[in-house]
C-alpha cells in the first residue's frame, strides 16, 4: 500500500512543482547546503567528508557529493548482486527505463543498489526530498513493484502516510 500511496504523491509533487522550478530558482545547492538538509531530514544523520549517512522511514541512505564534479548521488543498499536471475536484472533494466523514475536500480561492489544521481548545482530542496524519497520506494518495492512511485495508481490508505513525510521532510529543509 506505501508504494500506491508514493506513486500518487510523486505525480502530484511532479506535477506542482514543475512550474516553481522553472519561476523560482534556488541558489546553487552546494556541500555544506546538501548537509544542512539531510541533517534538517534526520537530526542523528552523521556526515564524514563528502558523505552524509541518514535514515528516512527506517530505511539507511548514503549522499555522497562531489563538488568538483558537480554530482551528488544517493545511495539505498538493497541486497547482494550474488545470485541475480537473468529475469530479475532484466526486470530492473526495464524498471530503470520505466517505472525508477529519477532513481534507478545499480549493481556496484557486489551489492544492488537504489541511486539517486544529480548533477549538484542546479539541484533544487524539492528535487533532493523527491529523489530520496524515489530512492527508499525503489529499495522498498525491490521484488515487487520495482518503482520510484509516481507512475502507477491505486486506491488504498496509504497515501496520506506518505504525503505527511513528504511535508514533513520539507519542512525540516524549509529554511535552507
Not at 26 to 45: C, S
Not at 101 to 118: E, K, P, S
Amino acid at each position: 500500500m506505501k508504494g500506491l500511496a508514493m506513486r500518487r504523491l510523486m505525480i502530484c509533487l511532479t506535477l506542482l512543482a514543475a512550474p516553481v522550478f522553472a519561476q523560482e530558482r534556488e541558489a546553487a545547492m552546494t556541500g555544506e547546503r546538501i548537509e544542512a538538509i539531510l541533517k534538517a531530514i534526520d537530526g542523528e544523520a552523521v556526515s564524514c567528508g563528502i558523505a552524509t549517512e541518514l535514515t528516512i522511514d527506517d530505511v539507511p541512505i548514503m549522499v555522497i557529493v562531489d563538488e568538483p564534479s558537480d554530482r551528488m548521488r544517493a545511495m539505498v543498499p538493497i541486497r547482494s548482486a550474488d545470485g541475480i536471475a537473468p529475469e530479475e536484472l532484466q526486470r530492473m533494466m526495464q524498471a530503470n527505463f520505466d517505472t525508477a523514475l529519477d532513481a534507478r536500480y545499480a549493481v556496484a561492489q557486489g551489492r544492488v543498489w537504489g541511486v539517486f544521481i544529480h548533477p549538484l548545482s542546479p539541484l533544487q530542496r524539492e528535487q533532493l526530498v523527491s529523489g530520496l524519497i524515489q530512492t527508499v520506494n525503489l529499495a522498498r518495492s525491490y521484488g515487487q513493484a520495482y518503482t520510484g512511485g509516481a507512475q502507477h495508481f491505486g486506491g488504498g490508505d496509504s497515501n496520506g502516510i506518505y504525503r505527511e513525510l513528504l511535508e514533513e521532510l520539507l519542512k525540516k529543509g524549509e529554511e535552507l
